[in-house]
Structures are given as C-alpha cells and as structure tokens.
C-alpha cells in the first residue's frame, strides 16, 4: 500500500521529561561536557497509534493523507474508517494513498531538530511504500534524524515505538535506540485474519474470481508480515468469531512472547462482550501485563475491510 502524503499532528506538547532532558543537555553543553541531545520518537500514522498512548510515551505521529474520489483528508484528523463504508457503499469507491514528499517530512522534522533533540522515526516497511525513502532523502538534510524501515505495519510499529520511549527515558543516545530497533525488527510479529477479499479485489489485490472463491467457501486469509511484505500463510473457513478464537490460539499458544504488551487490532471497533471474551482468551494462553485494543487505520482498511482482526507482539 503505497503511503501517503503527509501533514504534521502533534500528539501532544513536548512532555515534562523530554523537557527536563533538554534542559538537562543544555546545562552539561554550557559547562563544556559532552552529552548526547535528547531523543524524540515519531511514527508516521499506519502505526495506528490510539491517542492515549502518543500522549503516555510522547511520541509524534504524522498524519497520511486520504484521497478519496476528488477529495482529500488526513487519516484520523477530519477522516474515519466510517466515511470509508458510506462511499464505499454509495458507489463502490475505496480511498487512495500516496507517498510522503522529502519536503513534507522536511517540515515535519526542522521544529525538532531545531528544539535541540535527534530524532528516531519509524516508518511503515519500504516494501509497502516509499515514504521510508523519502524520510532518507529528508533526514540528509539535517543534522540527527535517523529513519528506520521498520520492516512491519501497524501496531507492530506501535510495539517498537513504546520500547524506543522507554530506552530514551533510560537516556540512550539515539545510536544506541536506533541499533536496538534495528535488532528489534525480525522480533516484530504482525498478522491478521480478513473476514472478506472484497476490498482486497476492488483494490486490486487480488482477482475478483479469488474474492469470489474465499466468499463462496466461507474462506478467512490470514496474512502474514514476512521480510517487509504480505503474505497469505493460511486459509480458515468458517464463522469469524470462531476464526478469531482458532487465529489467535494458534498464533501465541506455547510461544515465548514478550509480556509487556500484546496488542489486538480490528475493524471495526470491538464491541465489549468480544473484547471481555478475547481477553480471556489471550490471558489463558500466555503472561501479559498490557493487553490492548486498537483499531485499524483507514489506510489500512481501505485495503482489509471490515472484520479484519491481527494480534500483534514482540516475541522473545
């Protein structure tokens, strides 16, 4: 899914401990040490990154713009996944991405740098899009942004930004992050099951005698992150709700996943009596301090569809 011209959306003020770290760095600087500048994290929005966490660990997210018939949105600013259904249903149009400019992330990085921080940015996979390229072309013309393909989507972008906050809280410099994310990437397990291919086909991603196939045999993909890509590993049939329970038993059971935080991501948002009984689920199966809900991006859905369910985690 090629990603998406880019508008800046601060998730919130600088926080009072990246504040303190600036002032902290100033002082060594005026007294002639050599300390590293503060660290601050971005993500651009395929992430899916709820709010409440940007404000928890104060990262940065950049918004992707939606293109849908003549119009064009920002990706969860004044754009929802429900917008997607109306059209969708009116019409049969689905929404268009496009790649972030090196001037759109120009823009988006100079008030940082500027502020006295190096950046740490992580993008969707350079399988999926150009926008780590462009981050590239951008960060050449300044001084201490390092961008990463992350190789990986979503939430498993959100799993390497929330380890990134804490080890800049721990005041690593940002080489020693990057390395860590580096060492990270292949340790990121991102799936998801898809309850139709109708968008798929209308997107062209599949043929529509594949849609129609998967929809007649009540057949459920499951798609794998693989080497920066998707990939179909697996089929289910049957009722999704089951599909769910089966994916999610098969993808964590006996596994040795890191317990800080297991992320669920779906679309539409997951009514409360699934939520209590996944939960259940989940915790049954393996240790988790954090379990956490998310929804999917529009630029995601506009290529999954409604029903689309992925756990995602880091594993050990």
Same mark, same amino acid.
């Given at each position: 899914m090629d990603a998406i011209i880019i508008c800046i959306c601060i998730c919130r003020s600088l926080s009072e401990a990246n504040r303190a770290s600036a002032c902290a760095a100033s002082d060594a600087r005026e007294e002639g040490n050599d300390m590293s500048k503060p660290v601050y994290i971005t993500v651009d929005s395929t992430s899916d990154i709820p709010p409440e966490l940007c404000e928890r660990f104060q990262i940065k997210v950049a918004p992707l713009h939606v293109h849908l018939g003549e119009d064009e949105y920002l990706d969860g600013v004044n754009f929802n996944? %429900?917008?997607?259904? *109306?059209?969708?249903?009116? %019409?049969?149009?689905?929404?268009?991405? @496009? $790649?972030?400019?090196?001037?759109?992330?120009? $823009?988006?990085? !100079?008030?940082?740098?500027?502020?006295?921080? =190096?950046?740490?940015?992580?993008?969707?996979? @350079?399988?999926? !899009?150009?926008?780590?390229?462009? $981050?590239?072309?951008?960060?050449?013309?300044? =001084?201490?942004?390092h961008p990463i393909d992350t190789r990986s989507l979503t939430n498993g972008i959100t799993q390497m930004a929330i380890h990134a906050c804490r080890l800049r809280d721990e005041g690593k410099d940002a080489e020693t992050i990057v390395q860590a994310m580096q060492e990270l990437i292949p340790k990121a397990n991102v799936s998801f099951v898809l309850d139709t291919l109708e968008y798929m086909w209308k997107g062209g991603r599949c043929s529509g005698v594949t849609a129609f196939g998967a929809n007649l045999l009540n057949l459920k993909p499951c798609i794998e992150m693989r080497d920066g890509k998707l990939e179909v590993i697996k089929k289910y049939r049957g009722n999704i709700h089951k599909v769910y329970d089966k994916y999610i038993t098969e993808r964590i059971s006996g596994r040795k996943i890191r317990p800080e935080f297991i992320f669920i991501s779906s679309e539409p948002?997951? *009514? *409360? %009596?699934?939520? $209590?009984?996944?939960?259940e689920l989940v915790k049954s199966l393996v240790p988790v301090n954090e379990l956490i809900f998310t929804r999917l991006s529009c630029t995601v859905t506009s290529h999954s569809g409604p029903g689309t369910l992925g756990i995602l985690f880091l594993d050990e």
């Open positions: 996944q %429900d917008m997607i259904y *109306e059209r969708y249903a009116k %019409d049969k149009t689905l929404p268009r991405t @496009s $790649a972030v400019t090196p001037q759109e992330f120009l $823009a988006f990085f !100079s008030p940082l740098v500027e502020a006295g921080y =190096e950046v740490v940015h992580l993008d969707i996979s @350079s399988e999926l !899009s150009g926008t780590y390229q462009n $981050a590239v072309i951008a960060a050449q013309e300044l =001084e201490g942004v948002a997951m *009514e *409360e %009596d699934l939520k $209590a009984h996944l939960t």
